[in-house]
């Protein structure tokens, strides 16, 4: 049984810097894709960055590239999300996924059968 578990969200003043993290447990492999997630109130869950079955083969969403980094330490089944240069519009709830999408489903969230329970972040001055 797969579990995941989130930390390090908050409430950052904008330009600012958090660091999600997440700790897989029950991983048998490391071919699993490990992806965050978020959803903002009254919106649709939204992907954000992944790796996609291997630490190398990394993919974000138009909206964080350069400003978001997404990082696994396999010896530790943690995933860790770095966020710079903070908007107010990232605000939402952030939420790591794992699972086993094709490439091509990689950005939905019927690709994952594993979610953490989410953190909440908060960009405002």
């Known amino acids: 049984q797969i579990q995941l578990a989130e930390s390090g969200g908050g409430l950052v003043q904008p330009g600012g810097s958090l660091r999600l993290s997440c700790v897989a447990s029950g991983l048998s492999s490391d071919t699993y894709t490990m992806a965050w997630f978020r959803q903002a109130p009254g919106k649709e869950r939204e992907f954000v960055a992944a790796?996609?079955?291997?630490?190398?083969?990394?993919y974000y969403a138009d909206s964080v590239k350069g400003r978001f980094s997404i990082s696994r330490d396999n010896a530790r089944n943690t995933v860790a999300l770095q966020m710079n240069s903070l908007k107010p519009e990232d605000t939402a709830v952030y939420y790591c996924?794992?699972?086993?999408?094709?490439?091509?489903?990689?950005?939905?969230?019927?690709?994952?059968?594993?979610w953490g329970q989410g953190t909440q972040v908060t960009v405002s001055s």
């Open positions: 996924a794992v699972g086993r999408p094709i490439l091509s489903s990689m950005r939905g969230v019927g690709g994952y059968g594993w």
């Open positions: 790796l996609f079955r291997s630490a190398n083969n990394k």
